[in-house]
């Protein structure tokens, strides 16, 4: 018969807090096999709980434990030291804002589009009536005074309604409605990127502002007093965003300023180079010279039809009983050149055609000023990033952007265009 004695000893020591239970083990038995000592843990169910807490607490949890029981001051990294706590709520309501506006730019281009289109109808039917009319009252009967009066009324109410229309020019305020509408949305995106991407830095929801601010004064939305000018002078690219603001410039490595590190190298700002001259020379310029012939005959269509209008109420107005060939000749057919020079100017939409050449040469300036500027930083973006953007922006890919400014390319065949999305 067996016989177990267990004795527990309870050792302490400063260096080993946690208690253990040495359980001392003698079994008789006839062969005489003794166990001597057979250390076991502590099961205690405080123990097991601590031990658990201690496993599932991250990696930075014990970091921020080892700091404060080192009483090491924590510092922040530079990029967290540039955020603020107002940074997201302050994006989200930028936000909201540009949701607002998003809406109301929408619902007046539709608005005006409806103008284009009724006042187009209403200014070609009084026309065509009034030239019918004069027809008619050069058949003669006792009703010449008559219906030449009424002929020219109709010509001198489409002639007012005309002077109307090409001054404000509705298909052109669609299309800057059009244009403010995809650019807000293009802002909206841009927020909501660096918000999934995380890490918002408070000159953001700066930037924010000032884009937005800059697209209300590039695309107002009342007419009276802020209308942007339908005949201007000259024709300059559409500006939508801000005036680059003037960064204090800090000591960078030489590598820094080489634009080592941070996939920059001479080569691709070679190519960067090359390709803002040729966006400046070609794109540019050929949009720039397309508004113009735009703007010539918008102006030309916008002068001729009233005259046109007011030719033909004259012409009416001298019918009578003489019935005489000459005038009803400038009734009948000044009224129906108006009517087609009308039906051009703003069923052809000159003034959209106008604005869309005019915010394409808008566009590739601000694709000069986005490279030259990473060109100057070449820390606000890495250049293999900003090389793929270049290339997506103009609708090529890679290879066929490095070869748009291969200077062996260019000197065997004209030089091309930069962008072949428009």
Known sequence: MAAFQISSLISSSSSFPCRRHVAKSTINHPNKLTINALSLPDLSARVLVEELQQRSSGSNNSIYK??????????????????????????YAIME??????????????????????????????????????????????????LSSCSSLLYLAATGLLIIVNKIQPSQLAEEQRNAARLFQKLRREIQTKLSIGNP????????????????????????????????EGVEPAKWWPEKRIRRQESMSPAAARGGGN????????????????????????????????????????????????????????????????????????????????????????????????????????????????????????????????ALELGRSLSELRDLTDSSLMADQEEEFGSKLF
């Open 201 to 232: 830095e408070s000159k953001d929801h700066r930037e924010a502002m000032d884009k937005v601010l800059a697209l209300d004064r590039a695309y107002p939305l009342p007419l009276l007093g802020k209308m942007l000018e339908k005949f201007p």
């Open 66 to 91: 080892n700091i404060i029981r080192s009483n090491v001051p924590f510092t922040p990294s530079p990029k967290q030291g540039t955020k603020s706590p107002t940074t997201i709520p302050k994006l």
């Open 97 to 146: 804002a540009i949701a607002d506006r998003i809406e109301m730019h929408r619902n007046i281009k539709e608005q005006r589009e409806n103008w284009n289109s009724l006042l187009l109808n209403s200014v070609n039917a009084m026309t065509l009536t009034a030239a019918t009319i004069s027809a008619i009252a050069a058949a003669g009967g006792s009703h010449v005074v008559a």
């Open 263 to 390: 996939g920059w190298d001479e080569g691709l700002e070679e190519r960067m180079k090359g390709v803002v001259g040729v966006l400046r020379r070609r794109d540019k310029e050929d949009y720039l010279r397309l508004g113009e012939k735009a703007l010539k005959l918008n102006k030309m269509l916008g002068i001729a039809g009233p005259v046109l209008t007011t030719v033909a109420a004259v012409g009416s107005a001298l019918m009578g009983p003489s019935h005489s060939g000459l005038a009803t000749v400038v009734g009948v057919a000044a009224g129906a050149m108006a009517a087609v020079i009308n039906a051009v100017e703003h069923g052809g939409q000159v003034g959209m055609v106008f604005e869309m050449y005019r915010s394409n040469a808008g566009f590739f300036s601000l694709m000069e000023e986005w490279i030259e500027g990473n060109l100057e930083e070449k820390r606000g973006i890495n250049g293999k990033v900003m090389e793929m953007k270049v």
